[in-house]
């Protein structure tokens, strides 16, 4: 069965890309492969655990489950798209603050996660943060800490 490739316009981070591609390739083989990011991880393969995670439109969404083909013309941010190591983005920054990573793994996505949630819920409360990040996986045990992190981001941002 021959492969149908197709040009697939994407904003990634700011930046312009055309890429040749199956439209069926899932969002992050694309993001790592083609464009070499880093940020979103593959985890679970199955949308289930977050690690894979990006912005698109505004809006949390699993990348390794996502067809590139859907996503023609559309705004992706990941990670790499938020702050540099200069100038970290406030969540970035209160993530840093609160010591809230420990082995990095599942951290693109769960802040991902929260900057996309408290984008749309400004006003979030404790059990509605809660609630919006239980959709991704830590095994670390590091919540506590990613809570105080993202409830600091969503104080600043207030």
Request: hydrophobic share 40%.
């Amino acid at each position: 069965m021959a492969v149908t490739m197709a040009t697939i316009s994407l904003t990634v981070n700011g930046r312009s890309h055309a890429l040749n591609v199956d439209p069926d390739t899932p969002l992050l083989y694309v993001l790592s492969d083609d464009l070499e990011l880093r940020g979103p991880k593959f985890g679970c393969g199955l949308g289930q655990c977050g690690a894979c995670t990006v912005i698109v439109r505004g809006r949390a969404v699993r990348s390794c489950v996502t067809p590139v083909g859907t996503l023609n013309r559309a705004d992706i941010t990941t990670l790499e798209g938020l702050g540099t190591s200069e100038r970290p983005h406030p969540i970035q920054q209160a993530f840093i603050d609160e010591q809230a990573a420990q082995c990095g793994f599942c951290l693109s996505g769960v802040i991902l996660t929260a900057k996309a949630f408290l984008d749309q819920n400004p006003r979030a409360t404790d059990p509605q943060i809660q609630q919006a990040m239980s959709t991704v996986l830590c095994r670390c045990f590091a919540h506590t800490r990613m809570l105080r992190a993202i409830k600091r981001y969503a104080q600043e941002k207030a």
